[in-house]
């Protein structure tokens, strides 16, 4: 192996991972502080740059089928930072992501006249076969003690997540 390739096989081993840091969170702490908990299809997203030019926000619609928490709109809209713009794009780790098509159970909060995941990626899970996903690979979940009967955000059966979100005080 050349001196080069091994600079670079180092570099690499050494880059650490990318990711956010963000404390472990219940489905239930979730819901409590979200105003909106809804199941529904991604039907559309766009990305603009925000007021200061400088960051890039998409745009994600979600055509509501259930309101699990609030009183939700037919469509809501839910910005998420970072996306693409032309041949600019931004990337936030942590930040839920989403794809058209795709069937989700969103914790959602206000931000202005449209709504932001509660928790990043653990307040948005992928629903397939039954079973509700969040995304947490761009997470790093800091360990701590979830209150006692709580769950912490993760795979689990839709019907579960559904009746933890409704029994939540």
Same mark, same amino acid.
């Given at each position: 192996m050349t001196r080069a390739l091994l600079a670079a096989a180092a570099l690499l081993a050494a880059a650490p991972a990318a990711a956010a840091t963000a404390r472990v969170a219940s489905v239930e702490e979730l819901a409590r502080a979200s105003d909106l908990v809804v199941r529904g299809e991604v039907v559309r997203q766009r990305s603009r740059l925000g007021a200061d030019g400088s960051r890039i926000y998409t745009f994600?619609? &979600?055509? =509501?089928?259930?309101?699990? +928490?609030?009183?939700? #709109?037919? &469509? =809501?809209?839910?910005? =998420? #930072?970072?996306? &693409?713009?032309?041949? +600019?794009?931004?990337?936030? %780790?942590g930040a839920a992501a989403f794809s058209d098509g795709d069937e989700v159970v969103v914790f959602l909060a206000p931000a202005g006249r449209v709504h932001q995941v509660t928790g990043m990626a653990q307040g948005k899970f992928a629903i397939r076969g039954g079973e509700a996903r969040? %995304?947490?690979?761009?997470? +790093?979940?800091? #360990?701590?003690?979830? #209150?006692?009967g709580e769950r912490a955000s993760g795979p689990m059966p839709v019907e579960e997540l559904e009746r933890r979100v409704r029994e939540a005080r």
């Open positions: 994600v619609d &979600v055509r =509501v089928a259930q309101s699990w +928490r609030g009183k939700a #709109p037919a &469509v =809501v809209t839910v910005r =998420v #930072p970072g996306g &693409v713009i032309g041949d +600019r794009g931004q990337r936030v %780790d969040p %995304d947490l690979s761009g997470l +790093r979940l800091l #360990p701590r003690r979830l #209150p006692p």
